[in-house]
Every structure is written in C-alpha cells, then in structure tokens.
C-alpha cells in the first residue's frame, strides 16, 4: 500500500473509534451475513466469511481505497451460493472412498494377515477403532483415487471434518492425519469412522 493510501485508509479508520462506529460496522456485518445465507447449509456456514468480504469492499469504495464501486448481490450469490448438489460433494467423494475399498480389500495391510505384498502396494490398512473394524487409507492414495473421480481431498476435507465421519486425536498435526503402523514401518492416514463403511441398509447381505 503506497503512504498516500496508508495515511487515507488510517485517516478514514480514526472516526470509528467514537461515535458509534464500532456498533454501526457491527450491525451492517450483521444484516450483510443474514443476506448471504442463500439455500444451503454450505452457504449458510460461509455467510460471516462472505458478510466481511462485501463489508470491506463497500468500505473500500466508500473511502476512496479502490477507484469502483463494491459487487452487487448478484454478483456475491454467483460467486458463494452453493446449492444442494455442491453440497453433497462430501458425501459423493465418501461413495468414491467406499467403491475404492471395496475393490482393493487386497491391497490393505492387516496386522494379523500373512498376504503377499500387492504388486502396487499397500493402499491402507485395517484396524479397529472403539472395538469396531474401519479403514486407514494412505493420503497419497485417498488422493489420488478422489482426484481420478474428480474430486480435490482439499475441497471435501472441511465437509468430511464437519460430519465427523474421520477418526481425529489432537495428538497429531494435523489431528486427523493419524499415524499408523504398515507393514515394518509407519506412515500417515486418513481414518474413517466405522459407520462410514456400515450402513443400517446391510442387514447382514
């Protein structure tokens, strides 16, 4: 930011501090969040994050920061409404991770198993959580399978942390990045919760 903008900016900043302004700025945060909301509970989440975007760039404009005037609400609604199927992307890039175990039960390390090693590796590993069977899967791997389905790990991993569909100890950085034993050695995974490979609609098939 050039000096003469610094000066601008603080100069502009200043009358905040009285008169009201701090509860003024509040209430516009507010009423912009309440306007962001849209149909969805992604877009419902995002609402404060959106609200103090649009709020910086009136204030932006209003104070003669930038040289244009702030996005209309069309413009906001194009760029952050997310609707039911976006939504569900979560849980579409879980239907992935439960095909891929599925049809590579082979190529997931048991403790107790005496396998040969899989000609492409190990994909995870069994193992039991809360007295349960589940499934670890490498990062490497989970990543690579989602992205072959068109999924980013990075983009569903806020909405599979949110559900708690993954295992999480806050002994790890990140905590739901655990580190497990494969074969001789240990590596970082990805944890489901049991629930997510059983569904009430086995009954036992």
Same mark, same amino acid.
């Given at each position: 930011?050039?000096?003469?903008?610094?000066?601008?900016?603080? %100069?502009? /900043?200043?009358?905040?501090?009285?008169?009201?302004?701090?509860?003024?700025?509040?209430?516009?945060?507010?009423?912009?969040?309440?306007?962001?909301?849209?149909?969805? &509970?992604?877009?419902?989440?995002?609402?404060?994050?959106?609200?103090?975007?649009?709020? +910086?760039?009136? /204030?932006?404009? +209003?104070?003669?920061?930038?040289?244009?005037?702030?996005?209309?609400?069309?413009?906001?609604?194009?760029?952050?409404?997310?609707? &039911?199927?976006?939504?569900?992307?979560?849980?579409?890039?879980? &239907?992935?991770?439960?095909?891929?175990?599925?049809?590579?039960?082979?190529?997931?390390?048991?403790?107790? %198993?005496?396998?040969?090693?899989?000609?492409?590796?190990?994909?995870?590993?069994?193992?039991?959580?809360?007295?349960?069977?589940?499934?670890?899967?490498?990062?490497?791997?989970? #990543?690579?399978?989602?992205?072959?389905?068109?999924?980013?790990?990075?983009?569903?991993?806020?909405?599979?942390?949110?559900?708690?569909?993954?295992?999480?100890?806050?002994?790890?950085?990140?905590?739901?990045?655990?580190?497990?034993?494969?074969?001789?050695? #240990? +590596?970082?995974?990805?944890?489901?919760?049991?629930?997510?490979?059983?569904?009430?609609?086995? &009954? %036992?098939?």
């Amino acid at each position: 930011m050039s000096e003469r903008l610094r000066r601008t900016a603080f %100069g502009r /900043l200043a009358p905040l501090a009285r008169g009201g302004g701090q509860a003024r700025l509040l209430a516009r945060h507010q009423a912009l969040t309440e306007a962001h909301r849209y149909d969805s &509970d992604m877009s419902a989440r995002r609402a404060p994050m959106v609200a103090c975007l649009a709020l +910086a760039a009136e /204030l932006a404009a +209003a104070w003669g920061i930038v040289p244009f005037g702030p996005p209309d609400a069309r413009v906001w609604a194009e760029v952050f409404a997310v609707g &039911d199927q976006s939504d569900n992307r979560g849980e579409m890039a879980l &239907d992935i991770v439960r095909e891929y175990v599925a049809t590579h039960r082979r190529e997931l390390w048991c403790p107790y %198993g005496d396998g040969d090693h899989p000609f492409s590796g190990w994909i995870g590993r069994t193992l039991q959580h809360e007295g349960r069977d589940t499934v670890g899967l490498l990062a490497e791997r989970l #990543k690579e399978t989602l992205r072959r389905s068109g999924y980013e790990l990075d983009s569903v991993l806020p909405s599979w942390r949110e559900s708690g569909v993954l295992v999480e100890n806050s002994a790890y950085r990140p905590p739901y990045l655990l580190s497990k034993k494969i074969n001789a050695s #240990k +590596a970082r995974m990805y944890v489901f919760q049991p629930e997510v490979f059983t569904t009430t609609e086995d &009954d %036992g098939e």
